[in-house]
């Protein structure tokens, strides 16, 4: 009786699965392509240098589909930045950048422990941007609270309860038609 006992429960016993994970972001490489864009950039490095060094692993790039994940969400919010360019031309668009040309830096400041406020400035420099409508429009697409207020220095910014720092320069690029070059993001 007890040998029967020992093979229905050697049949019902389940094997442990082995569970690789990235050495990047710390996570299942299933759960990798969550990631924010540049987080997706470095898992993918260190997924090539794993599976070159793990032979007899089965993950492989395309099966995780970060390129694929890579290619829709640069192109849903061009928020992947481009290879880094020369030092010579980074020069270039900083002349480029300090003539003239309007800004907008979106800034991201803890309130509490988990509780953060996302600052909007220079979108007053705009000329066809109202900032009250602006304001308006940013409470409504992500649900909360928005309010312009006056910095110390007297320019006008939105400030925008809730972290909205990587979902708001798409939103600018398609509601405000602000391309993409003119928004930096501050504080990350």
Do not use: W
Request: glycine letters at 6%.
């Amino acid at each position: 009786k007890k040998m029967a006992e020992n093979l229905q429960t050697e049949k019902l016993a389940i094997k442990p699965l082995k569970v690789d994970y990235c050495g990047s972001c710390s996570l299942p490489f299933e759960y990798c392509c969550f990631g924010t864009p540049e987080r997706k950039i470095q898992c993918e490095k260190y997924l090539e240098n794993y599976s070159d060094a793990n032979p007899e692993s089965d993950i492989a790039i395309s099966q995780l589909s970060l390129t694929e994940s890579k290619k829709h969400s640069s192109a849903d919010q061009n928020s992947i930045p481009p290879e880094e360019p020369s030092a010579q031309s980074k020069k270039k668009a900083n002349k480029k950048k300090s003539s003239n040309e309007p800004m907008v830096k979106i800034g991201r400041v803890s309130r509490n422990r988990r509780k953060y406020i996302t600052i909007v400035g220079g979108l007053s420099s705009f000329p066809d941007i109202k900032m009250k409508d602006a304001a308006k429009v940013m409470g409504k697409q992500f649900a909360c609270g928005c309010s312009v207020s006056k910095t110390a220095s007297g320019a006008e910014e939105i400030t925008i309860q809730g972290d909205v720092l990587y979902d708001l320069p798409g939103f600018l690029q398609s509601s405000f038609k602000i391309p993409p070059d003119r928004i930096v993001l501050v504080g990350e």
